[in-house]
């Protein structure tokens, strides 16, 4: 990962400017957001935008056909341009929607692993 961007996610997950939320890149109440997964943050802090914003919720297109998915998992392009492993993505899901391990806990991770 690009020593650059890679800073810029520690300084985001550990700056306590984001606020946590599972299972979804992004929260909405209201159209404002309230939370982001560590995953949604690191879009953020890098300057992508999502692609879908809904009521409750913000989400990233996973494919371009008539199939078209939404996940909380980074959309493949986005993976792929910052060197986040589809392996690594699953890890830092589970961490986040699964353990509820906090951003600090999930940027010495990251710090660690990627």
């Not at 109440?29 to 690191?42: A, D, E, S, T």
């Not at 906090?102 to 990251?110: E, G, K, L, Q, Y």
């Amino acid at each position: 990962m690009n020593p650059e961007v890679k800073a810029k996610w520690l300084s985001a997950l550990r700056g306590g400017k984001y606020k946590q939320a599972q299972k979804v890149l992004e929260k909405r109440k209201n159209g404002k957001i309230v939370g982001q997964c560590c995953l949604g943050v690191f879009l953020r802090c890098n300057g992508v935008e999502p692609h879908e914003i809904h009521h409750d919720h913000s989400c990233f297109r996973t494919g371009s056909h008539s199939g078209i998915k939404f996940s909380s998992a980074l959309p493949l392009i986005y993976g792929q341009k910052f060197g986040i492993s589809n392996q690594k993505q699953n890890i830092l899901i589970y961490m986040n929607d699964i353990l509820g391990a906090d951003f600090p806990t999930i940027a010495s991770w990251v710090e660690k692993n990627l």
